[in-house]
C-alpha cells in the first residue's frame, strides 16, 4: 500500500540502512518475517519502517487501557437533610460524607431539602451547610458553594 518508488528504511533494531526502493524494502521486510509500516509518508522520501504490525497494534491498545485506568476517575455522593434534622443525625452523615471524601476520594453534593413553609428556615439550612463545611475543612473544599436550586439547598465538598 506504499506508493513511494523510494523510502527511508528504519530495520526492525531501529537502526537506518538508507534511502532504497519500496520494493527491495519489501523484500527485505519478508525475509525477517516482519511487515512494512509507513512511520511518516509525509517526509521527503517517506519513513517507513520493519516492525511486526499486529504486535505494535496489540501494545497501542494496551498502553491506551492503561492510561484509562490511570485516569482520574470520580462520582459523585449525594447526602440528603432536612432543615429539622438533629445534630446526631447531621454527625452520622459526616461522618458518612468524610468516608466518601477520604476512603472512596468521590465528591459529595450536600441537598438541604424545604418542604412546604419549611423554606422559612432557609437560614437554618445555611447553618447546617456551614457546620458541615467546618467539620470537613481538613480534607475537602468547597467546590460550588451552598446555592438554591428551587426548593433545595446545594453544595458540592470534593476531596482535597
Do not use: W
Given at each position: 500500500?506504499?506508493?513511494?518508488?523510494?523510502?527511508?528504511?528504519?530495520?526492525?533494531?531501529?537502526?537506518?540502512?538508507?534511502?532504497?526502493?519500496?520494493?527491495?524494502?519489501?523484500?527485505?521486510?519478508?525475509?525477517?518475517?516482519?511487515?512494512?509500516?509507513?512511520?511518516?509518508?509525509?517526509?521527503?522520501?517517506?519513513?517507513?519502517?520493519?516492525?511486526?504490525?499486529?504486535?505494535?497494534?496489540?501494545?497501542?491498545?494496551?498502553?491506551?487501557?492503561?492510561?484509562?485506568?490511570?485516569?482520574?476517575?470520580?462520582?459523585?455522593?449525594?447526602?440528603?437533610?432536612?432543615?429539622?434534622?438533629?445534630?446526631?443525625?447531621?454527625?452520622?452523615?459526616?461522618?458518612?460524607?468524610?468516608?466518601?471524601l477520604t476512603e472512596d476520594r468521590d465528591k459529595v453534593k450536600v441537598t438541604v431539602m424545604f418542604r412546604g413553609r419549611e423554606i422559612a428556615f432557609s437560614e437554618r439550612g445555611m447553618q447546617m451547610l456551614q457546620r458541615v463545611q467546618k467539620a470537613v475543612e481538613?480534607?475537602?473544599?468547597?467546590?460550588?458553594?451552598?446555592?438554591?436550586?428551587?426548593?433545595?439547598?446545594?453544595?458540592?465538598?470534593?476531596?482535597?
Amino acid at each position: 500500500m506504499i506508493k513511494a518508488r523510494e523510502v527511508r528504511l528504519i530495520d526492525a533494531d531501529g537502526n537506518q540502512v538508507g534511502v532504497i526502493p519500496t520494493h527491495q524494502a519489501q523484500a527485505i521486510a519478508e525475509a525477517s518475517g516482519l511487515d512494512l509500516v509507513e512511520v511518516s509518508p509525509t517526509a521527503k522520501p517517506p519513513v517507513c519502517k520493519i516492525m511486526d504490525y499486529g504486535k505494535y497494534k496489540y501494545q497501542q491498545t494496551k498502553k491506551l487501557q492503561e492510561a484509562k485506568k490511570k485516569a482520574a476517575s470520580f462520582s459523585v455522593k449525594e447526602i440528603k437533610v432536612r432543615p429539622k434534622t438533629g445534630d446526631h443525625d447531621l454527625d452520622t452523615k459526616i461522618g458518612h460524607m468524610k468516608r466518601f471524601l477520604t476512603e472512596d476520594r468521590d465528591k459529595v453534593k450536600v441537598t438541604v431539602m424545604f418542604r412546604g413553609r419549611e423554606i422559612a428556615f432557609s437560614e437554618r439550612g445555611m447553618q447546617m451547610l456551614q457546620r458541615v463545611q467546618k467539620a470537613v475543612e481538613e480534607i475537602a473544599i468547597v467546590e460550588q458553594a451552598a446555592r438554591f436550586e428551587g426548593r433545595t439547598l446545594v453544595m458540592i465538598l470534593a476531596p482535597k
